[in-house]
């Protein structure tokens, strides 16, 4: 009897602490789902907020059980936490916040490898945290042969290559003129005015190298937009 009473309470504490495991993990992940939401609908969310959501347990346990529902909400938050940091102004921070986006993006990369935005939003940490024109190649190959079109994947991809050095984006050659003849081609104003945003000289080079490859009346209507 006595032996059966242990027996009880052993199962007992064991259940008592999967439970309480549950809440902990429950808790992470509907923190993170509501801080996803609040970002999503734009409602008032405090850095603070921000900073403690992309470290919560619930960023762990998207990667861990790699739901994509919990995925592209771990992505909105870590994402939010990554544009508030300022290298200059705190660097310790601003360090920590890419290592942790860069382990969590690898990971939904694995968890979603067909994912073009995690391979572009992967390679843009990746870039911030050591320019490697090999490796970014490779990524970004990746990202256009999965999303060659899509508008928003277009634009991350342009803003990678405008702050790319001079060799990083001679190295990158081929898959940035295919971008910026993506646009030069088919893209609306804001796109095209996007390729006129503040960029390397280089950059800059490569798209007016790009102008006499349109025919005259689409360069008449691209050539204002782009500005002098």
Not at 145 to 173: C, H, K, T, V, Y
Not at 190 to 196: C, H, R
């Amino acid at each position: 009897m006595r032996l059966l009473r242990i027996a009880n309470l052993v199962v007992f504490t064991a259940m008592a602490g999967f439970s309480l495991s549950l809440v902990v993990v429950n808790f992470g992940q509907s923190s993170v789902r509501n801080l996803a939401s609040d970002l999503f609908y734009r409602r008032n969310v405090s850095a603070l907020q921000v900073h403690q959501g992309a470290r919560a347990t619930g960023i762990e346990t998207a990667v861990r059980t790699c739901r994509s529902d919990l995925l592209n909400e771990a992505l909105s938050v870590t994402l939010a936490d990554l544009n508030q940091t300022n290298q200059v102004a705190d660097y310790n921070t601003w360090a920590d916040t890419h290592a942790r986006s860069q382990v969590f993006l690898r990971g939904m990369i694995r968890c979603l490898p067909m994912n073009a935005n995690a391979w572009l939003r992967e390679a843009m940490v990746s870039r911030a945290i050591a320019e490697d024109a090999d490796s970014l190649r490779a990524r970004l190959q990746l990202a256009r042969q999965l999303a060659p079109f899509e508008r928003q994947m277009i634009l991350g991809r342009l803003s990678i290559w405008q702050r790319l050095s001079p060799l990083a984006l001679d190295a990158n050659r081929g898959l940035a003129e295919a971008d910026i003849l993506s646009v030069l081609r088919y893209g609306r104003d804001p796109m095209i005015k996007a390729l006129a945003a503040p960029s390397s000289v280089a950059f800059g080079d490569m798209v007016a190298a790009q102008l006499p490859s349109l025919d005259a009346d689409r360069r008449a209507v691209i050539t204002p937009l782009l500005g002098p």
